[in-house]
């Protein structure tokens, strides 16, 4: 357990830390650091509270005409004479009247001047400190670069839980068999309302040799009908060819297949009359409002 120590014992280990005793009172100092630990361990917090400053501010070299002001004034200065006192033996009756009030009043003055100087080396060490805490805080928050390793505030990881998006609603589907009338069904044309991608399924169809089957769009609101491509020769063919078409158009629409050379109608129109026939109804209704 540390031993409690009096204010000018803390005053010296400040005082000590930051380098303004005197000779004679640093070997004081280090007379007591060899023979006390835990002094020994006070001195060391200082310096390690002071030394965090010092990391921050670097050196500065005088000016030269500082140090020879210094020298100047130095020079200058009149030595005072020495004030001559009687032996400590000698009674004080036997000291002048005129010398008695000094002497007494010079001890205390030179005790009190010894406390204020430590106590203001202890408010200028604290001052200090709580300066360098700011500044330290202020550089931790801006700047933790500049800071020694140890010193630096350590990250912190903040673990934010992702959402998943919302699910994609689905969309109405549409469906047309296209057929002879009274036949069997020819191709299943399939249509999604959102994309407007529409997709043929070969039923039972089959072209003749040198001919291909061509989808195509009528409506009363176009001038002609509208071709959709041709139907390939797999099972499935899919396009997006609808997608410039309004809606209500796309729904209301007939959808016709004729017969075509191979590759399809070389000018845009229908070469036969349809050969299969349907329309779209609502197999997948979209889902219904909140």
């Not at 050969?275 to 197999?283: A, M, Q, R, S, W």
Request: aromatic share 6%; proline share 10%.
């Amino acid at each position: 357990m540390m031993m409690a120590y009096s204010d000018d014992h803390i005053a010296l280990a400040a005082e000590y830390a930051l380098g303004t005793l005197d000779a004679d009172e640093r070997a004081q100092v280090e007379t007591m650091m060899s023979v006390d630990k835990d002094f020994t361990a006070m001195v060391q917090s200082w310096e390690h509270r002071l030394g965090s400053l010092n990391q921050m501010v670097g050196s500065v070299e005088p000016r030269p005409e500082v140090w020879e002001r210094i020298r100047a004034a130095v020079g200058h200065a009149e030595p005072q004479a020495p004030l001559v006192l009687p032996e400590p033996s000698a009674p004080l009756a036997a000291i002048p009247v005129e010398l008695q009030s000094p002497v007494m009043d010079n001890s205390n003055v030179i005790r009190l001047a010894a406390k204020v100087r430590r106590w203001r080396s202890i408010a200028t060490a604290t001052s200090a400190i709580a300066a360098a805490l700011v500044a330290m805080v202020g550089v931790g928050l801006s700047v933790p670069d500049l800071l020694p390793d140890s010193m630096r505030p350590r990250p912190r990881t903040q673990v934010v839980e992702a959402k998943a998006p919302p699910a994609a609603k689905p969309s109405a589907q549409y469906v047309a068999v296209l057929q002879r009338e009274g036949g069997s069904p020819a191709f299943i044309l399939t249509v999604d309302e959102a994309t407007k991608n529409f997709t043929v399924r070969r039923v039972g169809a089959s072209a003749e040799p040198g001919k291909s089957f061509e989808l195509w769009l009528i409506s009363d609101k176009l001038p002609k009908p509208r071709s959709l491509g041709v139907i390939g020769g797999g099972d499935f063919t899919a396009r997006p060819v609808l997608a410039s078409y309004d809606a209500d158009l796309v729904k209301a629409a007939t959808y016709a297949v004729t017969v075509e050379q191979a590759g399809g109608s070389p000018d845009g129109n229908p070469h036969s009359a349809p050969v299969f026939t349907g329309k779209l109804i609502e197999t997948v209704p979209p889902p219904a409002p909140r």
